[in-house]
C-alpha cells in the first residue's frame, strides 16, 4: 500500500472537481491526465498501457448506445405521451406518485433484468415528474432507490448470482438465508432514504396536475405510433430472455439471455429507427452528451490508479481501526465511497469477507454485511459511477447538468443518513431475527 499515490489521487480528484465548479474545467479530462501522470511516475505506465487497463470500455459503451437511441423518443415527444398516460393512470396525483412508482418499479426489478430495464423506466420517471411539476431530488430517488431495491434481491438476477457465490467462497453454506437479511436491512434503508427525500422536497405539497386537458392537446403522430411500437418491442427483448432463463433453464435459454443482451437491443433499435424512417444517424450522434462519458472515463481511471497503489487496503485499515460500535455507520461509509465511483461488483468480493471477519457473533455479521451491501446501494446513483451514468444517459442534454447535481446530493447526503440509522442500531432488528441463519 502506497498512501503518498493515494493521497495524491485524492488531491487531483478534489481540484479536478474544484476546477470543474470554479472554472468550467472538464472534470474527466482533468480527472484523465491526473492519471496518466500519476501512473507514469508512480509504476512507469505510458499512456496508452493507462488506457488498455483503466478505460471502461464496458460502461461507455451502452451508455453511449443508450443515449442515441432514447434521445429519439424525448425529441419526437414519445415520452413526453407516455408521461401524460400515465398520470392519466394515476389521476394526476403527485403526491402519491413517488410511492406509487417506487413499489411498482420494485417489483419489476425484482422479476426482470434491472440492468437493461432502468434504460426503459429511468426516462419514463424523469419525464412524469417533469410534467407533472414533481422535485428533481424526488425524481432521482423515484428512478434510483426502486432499481437497488429490486435488483438487489437474493433470488434472481446477476447480482443474487453474485453474492450467492461470494457468500459460498466464504465458507458460509447457507448463503441464500445471509442474503436474504441483507435484503432486508436493504429494503428498510432504502425505504426510509425515500420517506426523508419526500419529506425534505416537500413532496406531499405538490399541486395534482390537470393531466385531462394536457392529454387532450397532445395528438399522436404517425412517428409516434411507431415509436410506440419500437419501446414495445424494445422492453420485450429487455425482458422475455431472462424470464424464460429463469422458467425453464437450459442450454438455448442461457444462449438466448448472453446473445440478446442491451448491446444488442440498442444497436438493432437504431438501426430500426434509421429504417423505419423515425430518425437519422446524425441526428441522434448529436444529442449524445459527451460531458457525463468523458467524465466516467477520467475518474474511473484515476481512481483505479488509486486502487494499484493499494486504496483497498487502506479502506480494511480504516474499519479495522475505529471503535466496535462505529464499525457499522464505518462500514456503509466506505462502501458508500468506493460505489461513488465504481461499480459494485469490482469490489464486493473485498468487502463482504472484511465485513464478516470483523464480527464476533451471527447476528453482527449480518449487521455488518449488510452495512456493505446498504452502501454500495446508497451512492451508486453518483453520476460518476455506472449505475449513475447510466439514469444519467437518459436525461435530455439540456437537464443533465440539474438533475447530475441533484445524483451528487442523493449520492453524497444517503450514505450520511445511512450511516446515522446505522449507528442508532436499527439493522440489529433484522439481523438478530435471522442470526440463526448464519453458518
Excluded at 427525500?197 to 396536475?209: D, E, F, Q
Excluded at 466496535?324 to 468487502?351: C, E, K, R
Excluded at 470483523?358 to 449505475?387: E, K, T
Aim: overall charge positive.
Amino acid at each position: 500500500m502506497n498512501l503518498g499515490i493515494i493521497f495524491a489521487c485524492a488531491v487531483c480528484l478534489i481540484a479536478a472537481i474544484l476546477l470543474d465548479s470554479k472554472l468550467k474545467f472538464p472534470l474527466g479530462i482533468t480527472c484523465m491526465l491526473a492519471a496518466f501522470i500519476i501512473s507514469y511516475l508512480a509504476f512507469g505506465m505510458a499512456a496508452n498501457k493507462v488506457i488498455t487497463s483503466y478505460f471502461p470500455s464496458t460502461i461507455v459503451m451502452p451508455l453511449l448506445l443508450a443515449m442515441a437511441y432514447f434521445s429519439v423518443f424525448t425529441a419526437n415527444g414519445t415520452s413526453q405521451i407516455i408521461a401524460h398516460k400515465v398520470l392519466g393512470v394515476i389521476k394526476g396525483n403527485m403526491k402519491l406518485y413517488p410511492w406509487i412508482m417506487y413499489a411498482l418499479c420494485t417489483l419489476l426489478y425484482i422479476f426482470l433484468d434491472g440492468g437493461a430495464l432502468r434504460y426503459i423506466i429511468g426516462p419514463l420517471v424523469f419525464m412524469i415528474a417533469k410534467e407533472g411539476g414533481g422535485n428533481t431530488l424526488m425524481a432521482v430517488s423515484t428512478a434510483y432507490l426502486p432499481f437497488m431495491a429490486g435488483s438487489l434481491n437474493p433470488f434472481i438476477g446477476l447480482d443474487a448470482f453474485t453474492r450467492a457465490g461470494i457468500f459460498s467462497d466464504m465458507g458460509l453454506e447457507n448463503a441464500a438465508g445471509i442474503s436474504m437479511a441483507a435484503w432486508f436491512n436493504t429494503l428498510l434503508m432504502l425505504t426510509l432514504l425515500h420517506l426523508v427525500i419526500y419529506v425534505a422536497t416537500r413532496s406531499w405539497k405538490v399541486k395534482n396536475t390537470a393531466f385531462q386537458g394536457n392529454a387532450q392537446q397532445l395528438e399522436i403522430t404517425p412517428a409516434q405510433k411507431k415509436s410506440f411500437g419500437l419501446l414495445a418491442f424494445t422492453v420485450v427483448l429487455f425482458v422475455l430472455p431472462p424470464l424464460l432463463k429463469s422458467a425453464a433453464p437450459g442450454e438455448f435459454t442461457n444462449a438466448l439471455a448472453t446473445i440478446i443482451g442491451s448491446h444488442v437491443v440498442f444497436i438493432c433499435g437504431i438501426l430500426l429507427l434509421i429504417v423505419l424512417g423515425l430518425d437519422n444517424w446524425n441526428d441522434m450522434v448529436r444529442r449524445v452528451a459527451l460531458k457525463p462519458m468523458v467524465m466516467v472515463i477520467g475518474v474511473t481511471m484515476l481512481i483505479k490508479t488509486a486502487q494499484q497503489a493499494g486504496l483497498q487496503e487502506l479502506c480494511t485499515s480504516v474499519a479495522n481501526a475505529v471503535p466496535t460500535w462505529l464499525i457499522a455507520p464505518v462500514l456503509i461509509l466506505i462502501s458508500a465511497a468506493l460505489s461513488f465511483f465504481v461499480a459494485a461488483p469490482t469490489v464486493q468480493p473485498m468487502l463482504f469477507p472484511m465485513a464478516a471477519a470483523m464480527a464476533a457473533a451471527p447476528a453482527q455479521a449480518l449487521v455488518y454485511i449488510s452495512c456493505v451491501a446498504v452502501g454500495l446501494a446508497a451512492s451508486g446513483i453518483s453520476p460518476i459511477s455506472s449505475s449513475g451514468a447510466a439514469f444519467l444517459s437518459t436525461v435530455e442534454a439540456k437537464d443533465q447538468d440539474v438533475y447530475s447535481r441533484n445524483m451528487f446530493a442523493l449520492a453524497i447526503l444517503g450514505p450520511i443518513f445511512m450511516a446515522v440509522l446505522a449507528a442508532s442500531g436499527i439493522l440489529n432488528l433484522v439481523s438478530g431475527l435471522f442470526a440463526g441463519w448464519y453458518y
